[in-house]
C-alpha cells in the first residue's frame, strides 16, 4: 500500500509519536511519502538519527522554492481549470468574509496546490493527515485523490465552524478520533449520515523503549515532572500554586518543567513572585532522551491540563510506571482509572490538585501500585505495534478500492 502523509511540520519535538507512528507503518509494509509544510522546528545538528533519517526522506512545501510553486499552480491551473477556481473561491466562502480567515484559507490553498501537484507526480492516489486538515481537504478538492484525518483535539472540538469539521467529514475518506471521547465530538460536529466514516484509532507508546527503571532514587526531594507546552491549556500555573502549597506545608519537593511555549515568562514571574526558584526548574524542550533520563528521575507526574486529546506524554510514564496525577477531563479516563491507573483530579481545583500530589507522596505503596498497573494498561491498549497495526488494518479496509 502507497500512501502520502501530511504534517504540519515534521519532524516536530512537541510531535514524536508522530514520526513513531510513520516509521512503524513502514515496518508493517506501507510505503509512505511524508509532506510536511514546514522544515523541523530544530536545526539539523540538534535532531535524533531517526529525525535526521526522516527529514532526508521528507518533502517541506515552504522550501520547495517560488520555481517549484509557481509551476506546480500553473500546471494545475491548465490542467484543472474547474476544479482549480473552485477550490480558491471555497477558500474564500469558507472564510464568512473574515479577511484573516480568507487570507489563512487562500495560503491552505496554495499549498494544497503544490501537495497535490506532486501526488499525481509520484501516482499516490491518498493523503492521510495530523494537523494539516484544512490543506488536504483542499487538495482532494482539487485533485482525484482521497484524503482522511487523524483529529486530535481539543482546539478542533472548541471551534468546530472555524476548523470546518463537518465539511471535512463530507469530504473525507475516512476520519480518525484518538479517543471514543474525540469520535463523540466529531460526531456532534457532523451529519449523522457520515458517521460510518469515523474510526477510533488510539495512538501508542513503545514500550520497549519506554521501560521502568530499575529503582527509583529516594534521596533529595521529592521530584515532580511535568512535560508540556508552555501553553493556558496545560494549566501550569495551577501546578505552581500547588507545589507552593506544599512547600509552605513543610514538604520538600521540586518541580521540574519539560517544554517550551508562548507562556514562559509568565510562568517564570510566577515562580519567581512565589519565591519557587529553588523549587522549580524549566527545563525547555529536550530530545526524547532527556525526556526518558527526567521519566526515570521523577517520583510523580503532574500534569494540570484544562484541555487535552489523550496526552502522549502520559502514556510514556505510565509505561515506565510513574505514577501520574492528573485532570478527569476529555479522554483521559479512557487512559486512566482513577485510583487504580493512576489519579485524577477535577480540573482547576488546586486544593485537590494539591492534595492528591501530597497523598502520593505520603503513601509509597500506593505510588508503586499505581505505577505498575499503569504500565499494564498501556501495554493492553497503548501499545505502539498494536495501536499502529490496527491503524494499517483501517488503511486496509477503507482504502481498498483505491487504485495505488
Request: with cysteine; net charge negative; hydrophobic share 40%.
Given at each position: 500500500m502507497r500512501i502520502a502523509y501530511l504534517v504540519s511540520r515534521y519532524p516536530a519535538i512537541n510531535h514524536t509519536y508522530i514520526l513513531r507512528e510513520i516509521r512503524t507503518l513502514r515496518t508493517l509494509g506501507m510505503e509512505l511519502h511524508v509532506f510536511s509544510i514546514r522544515p523541523p522546528d530544530r536545526p539539523p545538528e540538534q535532531l535524533s538519527v531517526d529525525e535526521l533519517e526522516e527529514l532526508r526522506a521528507t518533502y517541506a512545501v515552504l522550501t520547495a522554492g517560488i520555481g517549484v510553486i509557481l509551476a506546480a499552480h500553473l500546471r494545475t491551473l491548465l490542467g484543472r481549470p474547474l476544479p482549480y477556481l473552485s477550490a480558491l473561491w471555497q477558500a474564500v466562502q469558507l472564510s464568512g468574509g473574515n479577511p484573516r480567515k480568507a487570507i489563512a484559507n487562500i495560503t491552505y490553498f496554495g499549498e494544497a496546490v503544490v501537495i497535490g501537484d506532486r501526488l499525481l507526480r509520484l501516482g499516490l492516489g491518498h493523503l492521510h493527515c495530523h494537523f494539516a486538515s484544512t490543506v488536504a481537504f483542499f487538495v482532494a478538492g482539487i485533485f482525484p485523490v482521497t484524503f482522511s484525518a487523524t483529529i486530535h483535539g481539543p482546539g478542533e472540538f472548541n471551534d468546530v465552524l472555524g476548523f470546518y469539521i463537518a465539511q471535512k467529514i463530507a469530504r473525507a475518506r475516512f476520519v480518525c478520533a484518538i479517543s471514543s471521547y474525540g469520535r463523540s465530538q466529531l460526531m456532534k460536529a457532523s451529519e449523522p449520515r457520515y458517521w460510518e466514516k469515523l474510526e477510533v484509532s488510539p495512538l501508542g507508546v513503545d514500550c520497549a523503549l519506554f521501560s521502568p527503571p530499575a529503582s527509583r532514587r529516594h534521596q533529595g526531594p521529592f521530584e515532580i515532572l511535568c512535560v508540556a507546552t508552555l501553553s493556558p491549556s496545560k494549566g501550569l500555573p495551577l501546578l505552581i500554586k500547588a507545589v507552593d502549597r506544599?512547600?509552605?506545608?513543610?514538604?520538600?519537593?521540586?518541580?521540574?518543567?519539560?517544554?517550551?511555549?508562548?507562556?514562559?515568562?509568565?510562568?517564570?514571574?510566577?515562580?519567581?513572585?512565589?519565591?519557587?526558584?529553588?523549587?522549580?526548574?524549566?527545563?525547555?524542550?529536550?530530545?526524547?532522551?532527556?525526556?526518558?533520563?527526567?521519566?526515570?528521575?521523577?517520583?510523580?507526574?503532574?500534569?494540570?491540563?484544562?484541555?487535552?486529546?489523550?496526552?502522549?506524554?502520559?502514556?510514556?510514564?505510565?509505561?515506565?510506571?510513574?505514577?501520574?496525577?492528573?485532570?478527569?477531563?476529555?479522554?483521559?479516563?479512557?487512559?486512566?482509572?482513577?485510583?487504580?491507573?493512576?489519579?485524577?483530579?477535577?480540573?482547576?481545583?488546586?486544593?485537590?490538585l494539591a492534595d492528591a500530589i501530597a497523598k502520593l507522596m505520603d503513601d509509597p505503596e500506593l505510588r508503586q501500585r499505581l505505577g505498575r498497573s499503569a504500565r499494564i494498561q498501556v501495554q493492553e491498549k497503548y501499545d505502539l505495534v498494536r495501536n499502529t497495526e490496527h491503524l494499517a488494518a483501517i488503511y486496509r479496509r477503507r482504502l481498498a478500492s483505491n487504485s495505488s
Open positions: 506544599l512547600v509552605r506545608q513543610g514538604r520538600s519537593i521540586h518541580l521540574r518543567l519539560v517544554g517550551d511555549g508562548p507562556h514562559r515568562r509568565d510562568l517564570e514571574s510566577e515562580i519567581a513572585r512565589l519565591g519557587l526558584e529553588g523549587h522549580t526548574t524549566l527545563e525547555g524542550n529536550c530530545n526524547q532522551d532527556r525526556v526518558q533520563a527526567f521519566y526515570r528521575e521523577a517520583d510523580l507526574f503532574a500534569l494540570a491540563s484544562f484541555a487535552e486529546g489523550v496526552p502522549v506524554v502520559l502514556m510514556e510514564a505510565m509505561a515506565m510506571e510513574l505514577p501520574c496525577v492528573t485532570t478527569w477531563i476529555t479522554g483521559i479516563p479512557e487512559l486512566i482509572r482513577h485510583g487504580i491507573d493512576g489519579w485524577l483530579v477535577a480540573p482547576g481545583d488546586v486544593d485537590q
